[in-house]
């Protein structure tokens, strides 16, 4: 979509006048490029705003984009009391590669959804298990639930559970059930980790890299919190300290209209 169908719009519409926020701007951007070109990072968003913010908070589920996970590419991963798995389809992809990305989830998540588009609903429930959660995201920015999912432990893998885990909390692992991690070098962490759990169920193991993510992702609730809701899935794709979020959080509270408008001068000529 160009950029100037959108800066257009926000003019017609006054949302450029003065006294505007960057946080508001962003909010009507969003809402109109909704309605026209309806891209990943749109149902990303309605994920962690309905599934996450709208149903508890970021200290109770944590959220992560772009996951890595048994060689396929989880679009949003949420940690509740267990690991959960979203994968999107939008009316631009393909649903070809969807039962090889399904099964590759299950290694690490106890649950598994697809949210998509009306056009793909069908496709997907068809092709997937039953087990398979599919949502569809609806032209009123809602998810409806077509399928719940249910969950599925049977293919659980440890070491791709265990490959969501940073260094502290492969350390921390390996502390936690039995052994000792001093002296333990870089190069063998995740293979002590993987020792250290072979006797731990899979449902606890699974329940104990949910605990560490959500510990992982507990200070992104204040920059989440301050930036309008249109922003909620690139704030958890973020990795800033306190002092980069608040300063941050101010930028979206300022005036900027003042600047927009002389930017806007040979967009829109007076």
Known sequence: MELSAVLRSLESNGHLNEGATLSSIYEHAFK???KNQRVEYFYKNA???KLVLGRSSLAATAAFLEVRIAGAKLDVLLAKDCINAFEIKTDFDELARLPSQVSAYQHACREVSVVTSDRYASAVERSTGREIGVYVLTDRY???TIRAPEK???CLVRSDMLALLRRRELVELIDAYGRTSACI???RLYQEALAACQGVGLIELNSFVANRLRRRSAKKGSLVSGLPMSLAASAMAQDLTHTQI????RLFEMDVT???QNELSPVFPR
């Open 246 to 249: 608040a300063r941050l959080i």
């Open 185 to 187: 070098p870089n190069t």
């Open 47 to 49: 994920v962690i705003q």
């Open 142 to 144: 809602q998810l409806h």
């Open 258 to 260: 003042g600047g927009i």
């Open 32 to 34: 109109y490029c909704f």
């Open 152 to 154: 599925f432990d049977s």
